[in-house]
């Protein structure tokens, strides 16, 4: 069974701050997906990381895959208050299914 | 922009009853999942369909569960006789390829009483 950990479970910062949110496992996956969570509703698809190394950026936030396609990690520069949310990685292994993480909370204070 | 839409939003059934929860995946996506969340927890994958079969499944995914296609535009999750631990928010996603990008629905929250 793969399992995904991310790290810190809970993030609080203050608005302007940076922060980096961790994913990691064991195990290979072909792609990782990180998707924000709001209560209540679906996982929103923020971007798919498939090549070992590869870094994507989006705005204020980067993410970058490991070399190995083991780990991920996601960046953000200035956090302002609209980015509080749960923030979910998933990891895609040779079948279809994803395997998520339990995710990290992050709450910016204005 | 196009987006995989659930219904109900909620559902209330009283245990052993049957409940059929629906989906409507994005038009030109070929592969269709199911994964759940109960409270508190990960999210986790039940299923995966593609040309009218299952292509994976978990081992949640026990004979109480089906999925269908009826027609060509509805994914269904049938649960036969439901339990008191299959209250979850149950999540439907499409992909246009297999297991990647895969976009999710709202949900349907089911509460089994």
């Known amino acids: 069974t793969q399992l995904l950990e991310q790290s810190p479970q809970f993030l609080s910062i203050q608005e302007g701050e940076n922060l980096t949110v961790y994913c990691n496992s064991s195990?290979?996956?072909?792609?990782l997906q990180w998707y924000r969570q709001e209560p209540g509703e679906g996982p929103v698809l923020l971007v798919t990381v498939v090549t070992g190394g590869e870094v994507k950026k989006l705005k204020r936030l980067t993410f970058q895959f490991g070399d190995a396609r083991k780990d991920s990690s996601l960046h953000i520069t200035a956090a302002q208050p609209g980015d509080t949310g749960l923030y979910l990685c998933?990891?895609?292994?040779?079948?279809?299914?994803?395997?998520f993480g339990e995710g990290t909370q992050l709450t910016v204070n204005p | 922009e196009p987006e995989v839409t659930q219904t109900p939003s909620h559902q209330v059934t009283q245990m052993g009853q049957e409940v059929i929860l629906r989906c409507v995946p994005i038009?030109?996506?070929?592969?269709f999942y199911w994964y759940r969340q109960i409270l508190g927890q990960k999210v986790e994958f039940l299923v995966s369909f593609y040309n009218n079969e299952i292509s994976e499944k978990s081992e949640i995914f026990d004979d109480q569960f089906s999925v269908e296609r009826p027609d060509g535009s509805n994914f269904t999750l049938k649960i036969r006789s439901t339990k008191l631990e299959d209250s979850a928010m149950y999540f439907c996603?499409?992909?246009?390829?297999?297991?990647?990008?895969?976009?999710f629905g709202p949900g349907t929250r089911l509460t089994v009483l």
């Open positions: 195990s290979v996956f072909s792609s």
């Open positions: 038009s030109n996506h070929l592969y």
């Open positions: 996603a499409s992909s246009a390829y297999l297991g990647i990008e895969q976009f």
């Open positions: 998933a990891g895609e292994t040779s079948g279809s299914r994803l395997t």
